[in-house]
């Protein structure tokens, strides 16, 4: 089972693009759909995809906020469907000075969690 | 095609069992079946158990102590379609012959997993990237009801009278877990979960409870007019394009045009309807899915009043999920036991106005990212 953290090769994880900057996804050859995260590695369907990357920006598609229980201590936070011009729509955090809106500019923002393992968030396009 | 009867109903009141055991429910529903259907356990030819957390060979052990003869017991598990899957397993074993009376029931003791979400299954590359980004259930319900107020123009207060309507309706159900009536202020008022549902739009995690059926092939000569299973489709969740509407409810769309097919039926001709109203959203998303309305259209036959106890078309006369609870493998069980009281008229003080020929029993199972819903259910029950 593929863990979010599994590098691939270059060391990166597999959702990342070899040098760190882009979210990696795939295309599968047959029917040219286009998925996220891509197929991993170590798949044995993995030769019936090709890898492409997705561009920097996207439009929101829909989105919640989460309201963890007051007992947590944790603060709400929003999560978002996010449209890319390159066919693929992708489900993150959205980490913004407001509220998200559909249809809104956001921009991958590739990072670490706390918890130093690799994640992406969306924030707002300038 | 040999006519599959359903001769007998039971199901344990959904709610928080401390003093109950999961045997104990399951036993309480299947005995309950049974004797609905003037049945001994001896001429019971095999069991079908739907469930999702018990763990392995469930049904077998929930059934020991019934010292039954060595028949077969089948253990299904299509997350919250577990119950309406073991149903539509049964049926084919009884079409082609092998047996002429099962019994299928479901159960789940949701209390014992300590509250919360459901757990998404993530034995998945996908699904476990999503869930450290946050994906839980109520997130994927909360997006589509962004989408749905966005695109068709209505505020949140439609939202809470689906929870409205089905908390009154639980309100008259001994089996519900949730007896009391709410307003919309108190629903919209209630804790934000995951924007825009709040808690009351959700149907509670903690609840246990038990639902069975007795099937056959043998027409029942019982007090009650006799309910047969017309329609039985399950389908599995294509996967996600990048264009999907969310709306649009695929997979349940899908399993009704073929139940339909197969009951040889239009959605106008369905009387009543049980479906997976595990938040409110579901429910208007599903009125179209189930082409109880035209695309759109879901918020606007709400508010009709068309699928109230006095409507036209009443939809979960039961409760529903959000009242009456939501114990996954036996959801999809009790919606259709709800429906045979309905066709019966054995509801009680929830009994639908109209007398009722056929009715629709929905339900879907979840928990993965990439797909609408992993697995549908459809069933149409007719006298």
């Known amino acids: 089972m593929t863990d979010n ?3 691939t090769a270059t060391g990166r994880p597999y959702w990342q693009t070899p040098d760190g900057k882009h979210l990696a996804a795939c295309e599968e050859r047959a029917s040219r ?6 197929i991993p590695q170590g798949s044995p369907l993995h030769a019936r995809y090709e890898s492409i990357t997705l561009g920097d920006e996207a439009r929101i598609y829909s989105f919640t906020v989460i309201h963890p229980h007051p007992k947590s201590g944790k603060a709400p936070f929003a999560l978002v469907y996010a449209d890319f011009p390159e066919k693929v729509r992708v489900f993150g955090i959205y980490e913004g000075d407001g509220r998200p809106s559909i249809g809104e500019r956001v921009r991958v923002v590739i990072g670490a969690a706390e918890s130093g393992a690799p994640r992406y968030t969306f924030t707002a396009a300038r | 095609m040999k006519d599959i009867y359903i001769s007998g109903v039971a199901m344990t009141r959904f709610g928080k069992h ?9 036993q309480e529903a299947v005995l309950g079946a049974v004797a609905d259907a003037s049945e001994t356990l001896d001429n019971v030819e095999a069991f079908y158990c739907g469930n999702v957390f018990g763990g392995m060979i469930l049904g077998q052990v929930l059934l020991r102590d019934l ?3 060595g028949v077969p017991v089948y253990n299904i598990e299509n997350a919250c379609a577990s119950g309406a899957s073991a149903v539509h397993l049964a049926m084919h074993a009884l ?4 047996y002429e009376t099962v019994v299928v029931f479901g159960v789940e003791q949701l209390t014992k997993l300590g509250g919360g ?4 299954q993530l034995n998945d590359y996908k699904t476990g990237l999503y869930a450290e980004q946050g994906m839980v259930l109520p997130a994927v319900y909360a997006m589509r009801g962004t989408r749905y107020l966005h695109e068709h123009g209505v505020t949140s207060e439609v939202l809470a009278k689906v929870a409205v309507k089905n908390r009154y309706n639980g309100s008259l159900n001994p089996y519900a877990q949730t007896r009391k009536e709410t307003t919309v202020d108190e629903v919209l008022g209630s804790r934000m979960i995951a924007d825009p549902l709040t808690l009351l739009q959700c149907c509670p995690s903690a609840v246990d409870g038990s639902a069975a059926l007795v099937l056959t092939t043998r027409k029942p000569q019982g007090r009650h007019a006799p309910v047969r299973i017309i329609g039985s489709v399950v389908q599995s969740g294509i996967r996600e394009q990048h264009d999907d509407d969310i709306l649009d409810a695929e997979i349940t769309a899908r399993a009704a045009r073929l139940a339909y097919r197969q009951a040889g039926i239009g959605p106008s001709e369905v009387d009543v309807v049980e479906l997976h109203d595990a938040f409110t959203i579901a429910e208007l998303i599903y009125y179209e899915a189930l ?3 035209a695309p759109g259209e879901g918020a ?3 508010e009709s009043g068309e699928t109230s106890l006095s409507g036209r078309i009443p939809v979960s006369p039961s409760g529903g999920l959000l009242a009456k609870g939501h114990p996954l493998g036996a959801t999809g069980v009790a919606q259709m036991t709800e429906i045979v009281w309905q066709l019966q008229r054995r509801a009680g003080d929830r009994q639908i106005t109209k007398h009722a020929r056929i009715g629709l029993a929905q339900c879907t199972g979840g928990g993965i990212a990439g797909v609408d819903h992993a697995a549908s259910s459809v069933h149409i029950l007719s006298l």
């Open chain 2, 117 to 120: 979400t459901i757990p998404l």
């Open chain 1, 5 to 7: 953290a599994d590098t």
């Open chain 2, 95 to 98: 079409r082609a012959g092998v």
């Open chain 2, 291 to 293: 082409g109880l309305c």
């Open chain 2, 300 to 302: 606007a036959l709400l």
């Open chain 1, 33 to 38: 759909e286009r998925f996220f995260p891509p």
């Open chain 2, 18 to 26: 401390d003093q109950a055991s999961m045997q104990d429910l399951a």
């Open chain 2, 67 to 69: 010292a039954l003869a």
